[in-house]
């Protein structure tokens, strides 16, 4: 503070440079000793409490702080970066990653454009997922928040492209028929957000059954689009899916493909996870037709291990993207020379004017190691899903639920082969809690027809081959001890 005015920069740097030291310290701990640590632990109810205290008007100052997040915040996250971390798909971060994110926020760039390197950074890393997803070069993309913004962006290009109107100008009054959109009944629940927020609303998402392999039934979705064809409506979309959140399926991308071509209608695909896939020549035929997509929405914050958030949106058509988003606006007008050189070319891709720079930390990481390092990480996610598949097909007491066609392992335990549905349901959703309030693992659940099952999703890098038969020691376990509360019977239950 000089002159009585204000300031948030340190009155002594080299007090906040130990306390800044102290921080990463901390973290770096806490990360190195990730295997040691509970999975999850419940958080007591005092400290829950602190979370109710009012704003604070007074400032208690930067260490007092940080001491509080040392006790209150830092023991309690829900274990997503544990190595026995096997709940519903989410990232794991790395060392890399959390100090990349220090540098973005201490340079704290304005990312809607603008002539800056950390624009020309994030453009070239689109470029980069461009080639690495088998799109032309003529597409385009932009970073978003999470899977949910970019497949609703995806979807949104979409309408826009395919209504029989100009949305933009007019919206949905002058369309005649409702638009309807398809895809299967594994689509994830960002469709009905995307289909209320676009003004389609979510009964115009025609739900398909799947097959055996949880994939969408071609048949049944030709005839749909038939059947709403001689209705009077109006299908702008199919949503094909490469690695469902329920068992991690494919939906057949090529024969999708195809169809969509034939029948005029945009192919969007929500590749969360499954996308990432296509980096590895190995598992690349298991996501085939990716390339063929109108739209490609992933999460490089999942299967490419970054902090959140990293999420992508890729556009064939580049040009459709800032047909759909662009505006002009006097203050935001590009200039020939200096700051505003290049224009506001990320906000005209995509809703935010102001962004994070997201793109740094996959930019870094991808420098420090490699896109096969990344195919690798997750081919061996691959390899220790199927260890755990087997696993499950060789013990008495456990029954595996759905193929494993990626990463994705859903299974029950099974005491006895004529156990009721109900008892079954009843027994695997309290397994499930202690075994995750035990802190041992934490996978997360789903239901499959009406089977209640347990769900292992392997996206972790720090998972190691040794933490899956304690994963299954614990379920037979405490599988065995509920039978014996609920007074029926487990078969080779041990004393």
């Given at each position: ?153 995806g979807l949104a290009v979409a ?32 469709i009905t957000k995307g289909m ?300």
């Open positions: 503070m000089s002159d009585g005015e204000l300031t948030l920069d340190p009155s002594d740097w080299d007090l906040f440079r130990r306390l800044a030291h102290t921080m990463v310290d901390d973290m770096i701990d806490h990360l190195s000793s990730l295997s040691a640590q509970p999975a999850w632990r419940p958080m007591p109810d005092q400290v829950r409490a602190r979370f109710a205290e009012p704003p604070p008007m007074n400032g208690e100052g930067e260490d007092s702080a940080y001491r509080c997040f040392v006790e209150n915040v830092l023991p309690y996250p829900n274990g997503n970066l544990h190595p026995r971390f096997f709940g519903w798909v989410q990232g794991n971060g790395t060392p890399l990653g959390m100090m990349a994110d220090m540098l973005a926020a201490g340079l704290n760039p304005h990312m809607a454009g603008f002539n800056q390197a950390p624009a020309l950074l994030e453009e070239q890393v689109i470029r980069w997922m461009i080639e690495l997803m088998g799109f032309p070069s003529s597409a385009s993309g932009v970073f978003v928040g999470g899977g949910t913004m970019a497949n609703i962006l309408r826009n492209e395919r209504a029989p109107v100009d949305v933009r100008a007019d919206g949905l009054c002058g369309v005649d028929g409702r638009l309807t959109v398809y895809g299967s009944t594994q689509t994830h629940g960002w209320e927020l676009l003004g389609m609303g979510h009964r115009s998402f025609r739900q398909i059954a799947v097959d055996d392999n949880y994939q969408i039934d071609l048949p049944s979705l030709c005839a749909r689009i038939a059947d709403d064809r001689a209705a009077g409506l109006t299908p702008i979309c199919v949503v094909g899916t490469a690695g469902t959140v329920s068992t991690g399926a494919t939906d057949d991308l090529r024969a999708l493909a195809r169809l969509c071509r034939a029948e005029h209608l945009w192919l969007h695909v929500d590749g969360a996870f499954g996308a990432l896939a296509r980096w590895s020549e190995h598992l690349r035929p298991r996501v085939a037709g990716i390339e063929d997509a109108d739209s490609l929405a992933f999460d490089l914050h999942k299967w490419v291990y970054q902090p959140f958030t990293a999420a992508c949106v890729l556009v064939r058509d580049g040009a459709a993207l800032n047909r759909s988003f662009a505006t002009a606006q006097d203050y935001l007008a590009p200039t020939r020379r200096g700051v505003a050189a290049g224009g506001m070319r990320f906000s005209d891709r995509g809703i935010d004017l102001t962004r994070e720079f997201r793109a740094l930390k996959v930019w870094l990481s991808l420098k420090a190691y490699g896109v096969r390092t990344m195919a690798a990480l997750m081919e061996q996610n691959v390899a220790q899903a199927c260890a755990l598949g087997r696993l499950v097909d060789e013990h008495p007491e456990l029954e595996r639920l759905g193929p494993v066609s990626l990463n994705v392992v859903c299974f029950r335990y099974v005491p006895e082969p004529d156990c009721s549905a109900d008892f079954l349901n009843r027994l695997n959703q309290e397994l499930l809690l202690r075994l995750q309030e035990s802190g041992i693992a934490v996978p997360s659940s789903t239901v499959l027809g009406s089977r209640y099952a347990l769900r292992c999703c392997f996206v972790n890098h720090r998972t190691r081959r040794a933490d899956i038969p304690r994963l299954v020691e614990a379920v037979v376990r405490f599988g065995r001890e509920i039978c014996t509360e609920m007074n029926e019977p487990a078969e080779g239950r041990g004393p």
